[in-house]
C-alpha cells in the first residue's frame, strides 16, 4: 500500500528552513511566564494541563555588543579565545540554505589576506595552537587556544580570520565540495543516526528556519556565489551579534587589545530573523527509505521549556534519569540495551544535544529559542524497531505517570552533583557556559542546577513531568530499509513481540507483553515515506 502524504516531499525537507522576513523586535529581556509554585501545585487537580497549541518564540536575551566575558586564571599559561555571534544557519537565505556555515568555515580554514589556507595551517602547527569555527542553528562560534609565548602571533592571525579573511575562489569550491559531500555521502549513506535527527528537525520545524541542515542542502550550497559570502559575513558577524570571550592568563592590556581589533568589525548588520511559533503537530510520523541494515529512530517534540524557566533543572534531571548521552546508568539504556540487547544505546535529552566532539557532553553555545525534548534509539534490528520505539514511549509514560522511585532518585542527585562538574572541566566549555548564560539569562548556570538539585524532590520533579512532558505530543523519524513495511506496522498497530536467543527472567516476559502491546501516538493519516536521497536535496 502506498503511504499517504502528509505534506510534500518539497515543503518537508527543502526550504522550509529559509530565514523569514524581519518584523519589529520585541522586548529580548521580558521576563519568562511565571510558573506555578510547588505549594499552589498541591491545590490543583491530578490532571495534567493540556499542552499548548503552539510553541511561541519568546526572544533570548541579547547583551551588549561585543560584550566581553573573562575567566582570569593565572595558574595557567594557555590562553582560550571565544568569539560567538548569534547569528546560524537560521540567516540562510531562501534557496541558499548552508551560507552561514559555509561562510565561517572559509573564514575559519580558508586563510587570509597575509596568510593562504596552507600558510594558515603551518603558521598555527609550531605554536600547537587551535582555531576552528561551528554553526549551529542561531550561533557560530570561533574559538582558539594558544600558550602565552606565542600570544601576538596567534593573536594577530585569529582576529585576521575575521576582519581581513582571504574568500578565495578556489578555497571556495574546495569547501562546498566537501560540504555537498557531507550531505550526500556523509549525512544520506554512512551516517543514519544523524540522518535520522535531522530529519526529526525538518518534520518537528516544518515551515520554519530550524527545519533544514545547518551544512545547507545541496542544491542550496550549488546556488551560493563568491558574492553572497562576501556579503552574509558584513551582514551577520558584526559587533552588535558578538560576545567575546577570554580565559586564561588574561590582563588588560589583552582585553583591550583583542577588542580594539575586533572594533574594525561592522558596527551592525542585518536585522535578525524573527521566528515564528511551531505549532505542536503531534503523531506524525516521517520514514526515511535508504539500503541499511538496521533501523534508526528519533522521536520529539517542541517544548517551551528552556534554561532560565524554572521547570528546566527538574525536566533535565528527570531527562537524565531516562539516559545522558552514553552513560550507563540511564533506565532507557539499562531496559533497552542491557537487559534486551536491543541495540547499542538509548538516550534522551532535555534540550537540543550536539556532542562536543571527544566528550560525552552536550557542546555549548548551541542554543536555541524554541527547544525540544527529544529520544534517540540508535540504530536496532529492523524486525525490533516498532518494538524499540513502542519500549522508549513506555518507559517515558512510566516516568510521568509513576515518577521516581525514591532510592533511584537520591543516586541520581548524587551522580549529578559530580557528573555536572564534568561539564566545565575545560576553559573553552566553561567560557561557552559563561555566555550561554548571557542569552538564557541564566547567571552560573550549573551551580544553580546543583542548587536545585538539592531542593528537589521525587514529588517537584513528577509535577513538573505532567506539565511539560506529554507522550501523546511525541512525532517520529525512522531510518530503513523497508520503509513501506514499517509503515504498515506502525498504522495498523498489530502487536510487535520480541523473541530472544537466550533466556530471559519471566517478568522481563510480562513487561514484554505490555511493551509489544502498548499504543503508539501515531496518527495512521500522518506517515510519511521518502527517499534518503531526497533529503536535504533542495
Known amino acids: 500500500m502506498k503511504t499517504r502524504a502528509l505534506v510534500s516531499l518539497a515543503a518537508l525537507l527543502g526550504l522550509a528552513g529559509c530565514a523569514t522576513t524581519p518584523k519589529p523586535p520585541v522586548d529580548p529581556n521580558a521576563p519568562p511566564p511565571a510558573v506555578p509554585s510547588t505549594a499552589a501545585l498541591e491545590q490543583q487537580p491530578a490532571q495534567p494541563p493540556a499542552r499548548p497549541e503552539a510553541v511561541p518564540a519568546t526572544p533570548l536575551r541579547q547583551p551588549r555588543p561585543m560584550e566581553l566575558v573573562v575567566l582570569e586564571r593565572p595558574d595557567t599559561p594557555i590562553v582560550s579565545f571565544r568569539l560567538v555571534f548569534h547569528t546560524g544557519s537560521v540567516d540562510d537565505p531562501k534557496g541558499k540554505e548552508g551560507l552561514?556555515?559555509?561562510?565561517?568555515?572559509?573564514?575559519?580554514?580558508?586563510?587570509?589576506?597575509?596568510?593562504?589556507?596552507?600558510?594558515?595551517?603551518?603558521?598555527?602547527?609550531?605554536?600547537?595552537?587551535?582555531?576552528?569555527?561551528?554553526?549551529?542553528?542561531?550561533?557560530?562560534?570561533?574559538?582558539?587556544?594558544?600558550?602565552?609565548?606565542?600570544?601576538?602571533?596567534?593573536?594577530?592571525?585569529?582576529?585576521?580570520?575575521?576582519?581581513?579573511?582571504?574568500?578565495?575562489?578556489?578555497?571556495?569550491?574546495?569547501?562546498?565540495?566537501?560540504?555537498?559531500?557531507?550531505?550526500?555521502?556523509?549525512?544520506?549513506?554512512?551516517?543514519?543516526?544523524?540522518?535520522?535527527?535531522v530529519a526529526l528537525d525538518a518534520l518537528l520545524y516544518q515551515g520554519h528556519p530550524y527545519a533544514h541542515y545547518v551544512g545547507g542542502t545541496v542544491q542550496g550550497l550549488k546556488a551560493i556565489t563568491l558574492d553572497d559570502v562576501k556579503a552574509h559575513a558584513r551582514r551577520v558577524f558584526t559587533q552588535d551579534r558578538l560576545v567575546i570571550g577570554l580565559a586564561g592568563p588574561v590582563d588588560d592590556a589583552l582585553k583591550q587589545a583583542l577588542t580594539s581589533r575586533l572594533s574594525a568589525l561592522p558596527a551592525q548588520g542585518a536585522p535578525r530573523v524573527e521566528l515564528p511559533p511551531v505549532p505542536t503537530t503531534a503523531g506524525r510520523a516521517l520514514i526515511v527509505q535508504k539500503p541499511t541494515l538496521s533501523t534508526a529512530i528519533s522521536l520529539g517534540y517542541v517544548t517551551p521549556v528552556r534554561r532560565g524557566d524554572p521547570d528546566f533543572y527538574p525536566l533535565a534531571f528527570a531527562f537524565s534519569h531516562l539516559g545522558e548521552h552514553r552513560q550507563f546508568l540511564g533506565v532507557l539504556f539499562n531496559e533497552l540495551r542491557e537487559k534486551r540487547g536491543l541495540n547499542y544505546g538509548n538516550y534522551a535529552y532535555a534540550e537540543n544535544f550536539i556532542e562536543d566532539p571527544g566528550s560525552t557532553y552536550n557542546r555549548t553555545n548551541i542554543a536555541r529559542t524554541q527547544q525540544l525534548h527529544s529520544l534517540w534509539i540508535r540504530p536496532v534490528v529492523p524486525a525490533n524497531g516498532v518494538f524499540a520505539t513502542r519500549g522508549a514511549v513506555f518507559f517515558l509514560d512510566k516516568l510521568v505517570k509513576e515518577g521516581i522511585p525514591q532510592e533511584r532518585f537520591d543516586l541520581m542527585k548524587g551522580y549529578l552533583q559530580g557528573y555536572t562538574r564534568l561539564w566545565e572541566q575545560t576553559d573553552q566549555r566553561r567560557l561557552g557556559y559563561a555566555i550561554d548564560s548571557l542569552f538564557y539569562g541564566t547567571p552560573n548556570f550549573l551551580e544553580e542546577y546543583r542548587q536545585a538539585l538539592s531542593k528537589m524532590t521525587p514529588r517537584s520533579v513528577q509535577e513538573a513531568l505532567r506539565r511539560h512532558v506529554h507522550p501523546d505530543a511525541l512525532n517520529f523519524a525512522f531510518v530503513t530499509q523497508d520503509a513501506e513495511g514499517l509503515a504498515q506496522a506502525l498504522r495498523s498497530g498489530a502487536p510487535s513481540p520480541i523473541t530472544y536467543a537466550s533466556p530471559k527472567e519471566q517478568a522481563l516476559l510480562e513487561q514484554d507483553k505490555d511493551i509489544s502491546t502498548f499504543k503508539l501516538p501515531v496518527r495512521p493519516d500522518a506517515i510519511q515515506v521518502v527517499p534518503a536521497q531526497t533529503v536535504m536535496e533542495k
Open 100 to 197: 552561514t556555515d559555509l561562510t565561517s568555515t572559509l573564514m575559519a580554514e580558508g586563510g587570509t589576506q597575509k596568510l593562504t589556507s596552507a600558510q594558515l595551517l603551518d603558521a598555527l602547527y609550531p605554536m600547537a595552537a587551535q582555531l576552528s569555527a561551528y554553526t549551529d542553528k542561531e550561533f557560530t562560534t570561533f574559538s582558539g587556544r594558544v600558550h602565552k609565548d606565542f600570544l601576538p602571533r596567534f593573536m594577530d592571525i585569529f582576529t585576521d580570520v575575521l576582519l581581513n579573511p582571504r574568500l578565495d575562489a578556489a578555497e571556495l569550491e574546495r569547501l562546498r565540495a566537501n560540504a555537498i559531500s557531507d550531505v550526500e555521502n556523509g549525512l544520506r549513506s554512512a551516517n543514519d543516526e544523524a540522518l535520522g535527527k
